[in-house]
């Protein structure tokens, strides 16, 4: 079945490190793939989204490429700062009865340092 | 339009009570999404309404779970006869409905306890 896979957290960073989330999916068809980020007591925001392959989806300095050929999905910044602390959920939308479905990752906790 | 808004925040219950909530989705939105999130893990998929039409139920919800979404516009979340196994986080989200994929609106959830 359809099904999304995060590297594991914590994902410790000091500020201004780069940082990269790895993200991989299985779908049949071609989904839609997006990232959100949860912060503490609160619901899930979207960050970006790639809707076909080689889209690249971008957001307050996040960026992540639809990869295909690898079925993949990284997001990655340049710089982190420490209010970018919070759970980041990679999710893949596929077509369903009736409309789409969202399928979500388990989530990877990023903690920044000052 | 200030969001998805839900209500309560937070319920803590005995378990054998029945609780309720309430998700009020953006007013344009008329697709309407339930999910449960436990701890350390991405939300699961529950059920979904297209206007008050409920289109699809995982089988996660069992028979002590009701949604319903009577008018179209706000729903409701029933767990009966509630179970310590029920403990999370409850997710409500919507979106539009045309097109490709917009990605969804969260609500902030309701976090429910039963002792």
């Known amino acids: 079945g359809d099904s999304v896979t995060q590297m594991e957290g914590p994902v410790t960073l000091s500020e201004e490190a780069f940082l990269t989330i790895n993200c991989t999916y299985t779908?049949?068809?071609?989904?839609?793939l997006f990232w959100y980020v949860q912060y503490p007591g609160e619901g899930l925001q979207l960050l970006l989204k790639a809707t076909k392959a080689d889209d690249k989806g971008s957001n307050k300095g996040f960026e992540a490429t639809y990869r295909k050929e690898t079925t993949s999905f990284h997001l990655e910044k340049g710089s982190v700062q420490v209010s970018d602390s919070a759970v980041y959920f990679c999710?893949?939308?596929?077509?369903?009865?009736?409309?789409?479905?969202?399928?979500f990752g388990a989530g990877t906790r990023l903690f920044v340092k000052a | 339009d200030t969001g998805v808004s839900q209500n309560p925040r937070h319920k803590i219950t005995k378990r054998g009570q029945n609780v309720t909530f309430r998700c009020d989705p953006i007013?344009?939105?008329?697709?309407l999404y339930w999910y449960r999130q436990t701890l350390g893990q991405g939300p699961e998929f529950l059920t979904y309404?297209?206007?008050?039409?409920?289109?699809?139920k995982s089988r996660l919800l069992s028979d002590r779970f009701s949604a319903e979404r009577p008018k179209g516009s706000f729903s409701t979340l029933e767990i009966q006869r509630t179970e310590q196994g029920d403990s999370a986080m409850y997710l409500c989200a919507s979106s539009l409905a045309a097109g490709a994929p917009h990605g969804y609106t969260f609500g902030s959830g309701t976090r429910l306890t039963v002792v």
């Open positions: 779908a049949t068809g071609y989904p839609s």
């Open positions: 999710a893949l939308s596929v077509q369903h009865t009736g409309g789409f479905k969202t399928i």
């Open positions: 309404f297209q206007n008050e039409a409920q289109l699809e």
């Open positions: 007013s344009e939105h008329n697709r």
